[in-house]
């Protein structure tokens, strides 16, 4: 007696296996994963935070290495006395002369015209050409301990302004990326400021409780409503006119963390009050922890990936806060350069009418302030275990 058999193929049962074992891996791959993983794995399938994630992260690297990028010291020091109000200069491989394999740009001739009431007037001189070159020695910079002067490009004979000049010569370029370098620091000190007091305070607030709880908020309140601008403006007139603008950037970034902690301190106390009732906590009590000890190795640690949603939210409201103070003449003031002192410069019609140049560092920081709303609500949508990015 024969029984049948169902016979199957070889590479049929070879493919079910492997699609059965790739599935059961990502099982396991799932719930063995770490919270930073499983936020890694929903923040990358949200396409606008990847994007505005590149974009910020080249913001951040011109930043870093703007002293090798500038080709100009970004001060006065560096500036093109004839070439004040010049427009940018956009290297080229051709002209009416030719090609060639090196790029360069045309020299300028400027002279008083009586059509413009005697104003300078620059003229481009076709038959001058100034070849671009690479990794240039120019004016000296900081490199950590050890001093350098290789920048990535200049030209082989007088200047090359990639954004144009202002009215004082200085190199636009120069200064925007130095600008975003600047913005970048006032808001990475400005967010550790708030954020360890944030940390601090909202972490008492929440483990105690009770009348220090009553008393932290009052004071948090009382944080809340003082009006920034007035308080700028009452700072800046006792501000001595001989400090220098470092202690200027510094008392600036202090004051801008110091208003800045009691929304993140809220976060913290409000997730305290809940987590402090937890089993966890209690055996850590029991055992003798101090309270010191168990907000930060046991709380804080329970949400640390809001933390760090929050600290990426609030950096751009930092930095907006520096540049809108620094607009109105409140905040950072020349020699250094921050997006908002450049942005003081376009205020004027006749910027608007001559020297549109001038908005080209407002691009920067929109696109800075944009990559950073981005990167943080991906980050948030990621972080919420419920949200619609983790389904």
């Not at 120019?138 to 490009?153: E, I």
Request: proline fraction near 4%.
């Amino acid at each position: 007696m024969t029984f049948g058999t169902n016979e199957t193929t070889g590479p049929d049962v070879a493919i079910v296996e492997t699609e059965d074992a790739v599935e059961r891996r990502a099982r396991e791959a799932y719930f063995t994963a770490s919270q930073r993983q499983l936020i890694w794995a929903r923040f990358r399938k949200n396409t606008s935070a990847m994007v505005a994630g590149t974009i910020l992260i080249f913001l951040i690297l011109i930043g870093v290495f703007a002293d090798f990028l500038s080709p100009y010291n970004p001060t006065v020091a560096g500036r093109d006395k004839d070439y004040t109000n010049g427009a940018p200069q956009i290297p080229m491989f051709c002209d009416d002369n030719g090609c060639s394999l090196r790029p360069f740009i045309h020299g300028v001739k400027r002279e008083r015209s009586l059509a413009t009431n005697f104003r300078w007037v620059t003229t481009v001189d076709p038959e001058d050409r100034r070849y671009v070159q690479f990794f240039v020695e120019g004016w000296s910079y900081d490199v950590g301990p050890f001093r350098a002067n290789t920048h990535l490009f200049g030209v082989d004979e007088g200047f090359i302004h990639l954004f144009g000049t202002d009215d004082a010569g200085k190199d636009i370029f120069s200064r925007t990326l130095h600008a975003i370098y600047t913005s970048l620091a006032v808001g990475t000190l400005g967010v550790l400021i708030s954020f360890v007091m944030a940390l601090v305070i909202g972490g008492v607030a929440g483990y105690f409780g009770g009348w220090i709880d009553g008393a932290i908020q009052m004071v948090t309140d009382a944080i809340r409503t003082i009006p920034i601008i007035p308080l700028f403006m009452a700072l800046a007139a006792f501000i001595p006119q001989e400090w220098s603008a470092e202690q200027r950037f510094f008392f600036i970034t202090v004051i801008i963390g110091f208003i800045n902690w009691p929304t993140l301190a809220r976060r913290v106390r409000t997730h305290l009050l809940v987590e402090r009732n937890q089993e966890y906590v209690l055996a850590a009590q029991l055992q003798g922890a101090s309270a010191g000890h168990t907000i930060r190795k046991h709380l804080l640690p329970s949400f640390t990936s809001y933390i760090i949603v929050d600290l990426v939210i609030s950096f751009p409201y930092i930095v907006l806060s520096e540049t809108a103070l620094s607009f109105i003449g409140l905040g950072l003031k020349d020699p250094v350069n921050s997006l908002g002192v450049m942005l003081q410069n376009t205020t004027s019609a006749d910027v608007l009418l001559n020297y549109q140049w001038y908005f080209i560092p407002v691009f920067f920081f929109i696109a800075l302030v944009m990559a950073f709303v981005y990167v943080g609500d991906g980050l948030r949508d990621a972080a919420d275990p419920y949200g619609t990015a983790s389904k």
